[in-house]
């Protein structure tokens, strides 16, 4: 069975567009592929964090995957660094990294530009990123459009490692889906719906209360000549509210054109609305259950011994392969 591997940093509350575009589509791969899904708090440390609120994040996150429909019985869920082995390997990806690919990378100028004190570790967490997919030997990332260039560069250090010290590394394929890989941000189409937009109406939480979501969906942005169709260039923001609309009831976005055809923006944003509580009752309701169970530290416990178990083999053949330490007879 082929592995999927998949991993988020514990930085906030995840938004409507995370479950959309990436946690709504792991749960139907789980009984086709070998799944390891990766709360990447290392990853978070690239920037300051507060102690206390990030031990929060990482204990949220865990308990949204579960709720979202991930099944520990079916995937591997855990926490990164409980697993030293994504930092072992991390560093001997930054071994076979130049810094010249890295400082072309996108996110990295884009957080570091205009800033005083920039973390190394900014420049440096791809190849932690490649080392937490290959230790899986994983063969298929599903990401969002604005991970692709982390994933090519993924593909590229394993491709070089196996080059130069023998094959160890499965080089991973990646999928992007068609719908939903970049839900827009409710207030501005242009850029992404994230988690850290200092304006709260820009995105919607996945434990938004249901007042919450329709004053936010009666507020997004749409345009002026009042008409319900899918065309991203000349109405990306009506355009994006169909794609929720279309992910969070299963129907196509040519269906739900046809219905609101004669209908002006009222209607359809508040149908649009329900079709969004309606998708996260269920997953607050079973996050609400977990967030302070036992259930979650031993579905973690058991998460970490099986990641560990299985990301120690892959390790010990890289080490091996780079000759470090002694070989084991």
Wanted: charged share 25%.
């Amino acid at each position: 069975m082929q592995t999927v591997f998949s991993g988020i940093q514990p930085s906030g509350t995840l938004t409507l567009g995370n479950y959309l575009g990436a946690l709504k589509h792991f749960s139907s791969m789980q009984d086709d592929y070998s799944c390891y899904f990766c709360i990447v708090d290392q990853h978070a440390i690239t920037v300051p964090q507060d102690r206390l609120k990030l031990r929060e994040n990482i204990r949220s996150l865990a308990a949204l995957y579960i709720a979202s429909g991930i099944d520990p019985k079916k995937s591997t869920l855990f926490i990164q660094s409980e697993v030293p082995a994504h930092a072992q390997l991390g560093w001997m990806m930054q071994c076979v990294s130049y810094i010249g690919e890295l400082e072309r990378m996108t996110q990295f100028k884009d957080k570091s530009s205009g800033k005083d004190g920039v973390s190394a570790s900014l420049l440096t967490y791809p190849p932690l990123m490649a080392a937490d997919i290959l230790l899986y030997q994983t063969s298929l990332v599903p990401v969002g459009e604005d991970q692709k260039q982390h994933l090519e560069l993924t593909r590229n250090l394993a491709e070089r490692f196996n080059q130069k010290y023998g094959e160890v590394f499965t080089v991973p394929d990646v999928q992007i889906p068609k719908v939903g890989a970049r839900i827009m941000s409710l207030n501005d189409p242009t850029k992404k719906m994230s988690k850290s937009n200092p304006q709260p109406k820009s995105y919607i939480s996945l434990l938004d209360e249901p007042k919450t979501i329709e004053k936010k969906i009666k507020s997004a942005v749409t345009d002026s000549d009042g008409t319900i169709r899918f065309d991203s260039k000349e109405k990306p923001a009506v355009s994006n509210l169909l794609s929720i609309f279309s992910l969070c009831t299963d129907e196509t976005i040519e269906t739900i054109e046809a219905r609101y055809v004669h209908s002006g923006y009222g209607p359809f944003k508040a149908d649009l609305a329900q079709a969004v509580i309606d998708t996260l009752s269920p997953i607050q309701e079973r996050y609400y259950e977990l967030i302070q169970s036992s259930e979650l530290d031993e579905i973690l416990d058991r998460g970490a011994e099986k990641a560990t178990s299985s990301a120690s083999k892959t390790l010990k053949k890289a080490e091996n392969a780079m000759g470090l330490g002694r070989k084991k007879r």
